[in-house]
């Protein structure tokens, strides 16, 4: 997580370029199948990153994340994958049993990246909330002075 963001901090510079993500905008003309998409759905950023671990001696690597456009499906408009067969029966019910939903890279008629998702509503972004309930990195939040008595 650290090297996504570390990566992604070093990689994206301030300009209004097309080819930078910086705004929803530019996201959304991006996105693979952007009309169908936008009705059927929600653009997002795809990170697809590798992490290597050695355990002799223990490290961890991190490579570049590699950043692509991609579209996040609705569980509603499944049929969209169905009718193109990209997905079969029991991928959809593995991923409906989990209550999850399926996102897609690449373009729909030239054999997209199909994934079933995780919806995780603990990642909304805290400090448009309540900065004070987010866990700060591993969740260690040191005690003021005043309780070491």
């Given at each position: 997580l650290v090297g996504t963001v570390a990566g992604v901090g070093l990689d994206t510079n301030l300009s209004f370029d097309a080819d930078n993500v910086a705004s929803r905008d530019i996201i959304d003309r991006q996105t693979p199948n952007s009309e169908l998409c936008f009705a059927a759905g929600a653009s997002a950023m795809v990170f697809d990153e590798r992490i290597f671990v050695s355990l002799?001696?223990?490290?961890?690597?991190v490579a570049q994340p590699e950043v692509k456009p991609?579209?996040?499906?609705r569980r509603s408009n499944w049929s969209i994958?169905?009718?193109r067969e990209l997905v079969t029966k029991e991928?959809?019910?593995q991923c409906k049993k989990n209550l999850n939903t399926f996102a897609f890279v690449g373009d729909l008629e030239k054999a997209p990246e199909v994934s079933c998702v995780y919806h995780s509503e603990d990642a909304e972004n805290q400090f448009m909330q309540d900065p004070r309930t987010a866990a700060l990195g591993d969740g260690y939040q040191p005690r003021r002075s005043r309780d070491f008595k």
């Open positions: 002799n001696p223990f490290n961890v690597y991609g579209c996040v499906l994958l169905e009718t991928q959809e019910l």
